[in-house]
């Protein structure tokens, strides 16, 4: 699996950036997508994840209701949408593969990780 995260930037507060996390060689459509973020001096944390079909999806209370999580499978890409950002937002995010198809909040439950895509809000 070669996953490829790409997407972020420096932005203000209250913009959007979309993130993607593309898988060259097609191993990740039959398996959940997990977006993890982690912050300087922090622990990597949940974001959002997605299962196998896309119909099922989980999102983190501090990202909830501003962020939103799709796959397209035919381009075998997992997008995160992230709308009015924040200043707290600002972290280096992950994408990784779910070791089976449902979605999963745990790290744990996760094999494949990409090298991460940083996100820098400015207040």
């Known amino acids: 699996v070669q996953l490829q995260a790409s997407g972020g930037g420096r932005v203000q507060a209250g913009d959007s950036l979309r993130l993607s996390c593309a898988d060259s060689?097609?191993?990740?459509?039959?398996?959940?997508v997990g977006w993890f973020r982690q912050a300087p001096g922090k622990e990597r944390e949940f974001v959002a994840a997605?299962?196998?079909?896309?119909?099922?999806?989980y999102y983190s209370d501090s990202v909830k209701g501003r962020f939103t999580i799709s796959r397209d499978s035919a381009k075998n890409t997992v997008s995160l949408q992230m709308n009015s950002l924040k200043p707290e937002d600002t972290a280096v995010y992950y994408c990784?593969?779910?070791?089976?198809?449902?979605?999963?909040?745990?790290?744990?439950?996760?094999?494949?990780w990409g090298q991460g895509t940083l996100v820098t809000v400015s207040s």
């Open positions: 990784a593969v779910g070791r089976g198809s449902y979605a999963t909040t745990t790290r744990a439950n996760y094999q494949y």
């Open positions: 997605i299962s196998w079909r896309g119909q099922s999806t």
């Open positions: 060689r097609r191993t990740f459509s039959n398996n959940a």
